[in-house]
């Protein structure tokens, strides 16, 4: 089982935050540093220092981490051209000595689209299928040859298709809970299925949706990773499992009902029944990033369990 720290930097975090996070979940033995991809601060909270843009995130880690997987939850189709999308993300995978895994997504926020200046289109999904053929279309293109692509939305004419990321294939994620499109656009473009925030039998099912879209399509079904995406609250007690869940707002049984939540032993013992229906990696959402504790006490009483 896999485990990946997960961080929401929209909600208040400066760079230097997030650095230090990274370098805790490479130090720890995490396997990999994800981010969101958000412009404005959801919920409570003003947010402040205000965002970070994820793409130019992941490229400074690029050069300050030397092991864990970088990449998005998910990055959103609204926010950057299918070709520009393509460009940076090769060019992070580069920077990172061949790291990097696109998250993508339709996007669907509209505030943080609106605050910005964003458009923020009325079809978001076909506009996604296109994005997904053409960042995949232009790393897939050999070398001295062009790529053409003639959409709806995007068209694409004698692109040069540079330049090439450092890795043979970027791992693409795709992930949610739409019970068609969903499934049939991750059988045609991914390598992971992630399922966020969904209870053990929501997830098996979605799994089932997904299994079966990819075979219809010629694809075995094992050839996906299968993962999931909870908060993550651990203390060694009860105590400290409280006093972390008031310091994100949330209450100890919401948590425990919907994440991952309580001592060791219990966060151990749900991840075993995720992975009964399949779930091969975990992204633990941190949303307390100052608590590097936190992240300690979960690398040597959960993650160690799991190895």
Not at 201 to 213: H, K, L, W, Y
Not at 218 to 232: E, M, P, Q, T
């Amino acid at each position: 089982m896999d485990l990946r720290i997960f961080t929401e930097p929209q909600q208040g975090a400066t760079y230097d935050t997030l650095l230090a996070v990274a370098k805790a979940t490479e130090d720890l033995g995490f396997d990999a540093f994800f981010r969101s991809d958000h412009y404005l601060a959801m919920g409570s909270g003003d947010g402040l220092p205000g965002p970070t843009d994820a793409w130019i995130t992941l490229a400074g880690l690029a050069r300050e981490t030397k092991r864990i997987r970088l990449g998005t939850l998910m990055t959103a189709a609204t926010f950057r051209l299918p070709g520009v999308l393509a460009i940076q993300v090769a060019q992070v995978d580069q920077m990172s000595g061949g790291r990097v895994e696109l998250g993508l997504g339709a996007g669907w926020f509209e505030q943080e689209h609106t605050a910005y200046g964003i458009p923020f289109p009325k079809e978001k999904f076909a506009r996604l299928e296109e994005q997904l053929a053409i960042v995949t279309g232009l790393w897939e293109t050999k070398p001295g040859d062009t790529f053409d692509f003639h959409g709806t939305h995007y068209d694409l004419t004698d692109s040069p298709a540079l330049p090439k990321p450092a890795q043979a294939k970027i791992p693409v994620l795709i992930g949610g809970h739409g019970a068609s499109r969903t499934p049939k656009l991750t059988a045609r473009f991914a390598d992971e299925f992630n399922m966020p925030f969904a209870s053990i039998e929501d997830s098996e099912r979605q799994f089932g949706r997904v299994r079966a879209a990819a075979e219809a399509v010629g694809r075995k079904a094992d050839d996906l990773v299968y993962s999931n995406a909870l908060v993550v609250c651990v203390g060694k007690d009860d105590q400290e499992v409280a006093r972390r869940a008031a310091a994100i707002g949330r209450e100890v049984d919401e948590l425990k009902e919907n994440g991952l939540a309580g001592t060791p032993s219990e966060v151990v013992d749900k991840i075993g029944r995720y992975a009964e229906i399949g779930s091969r990696r975990f992204y633990l959402q941190v949303l307390d990033l100052a608590d590097l504790d936190h992240l300690e006490l979960i690398s040597a009483q959960v993650q160690a369990q799991l190895s």
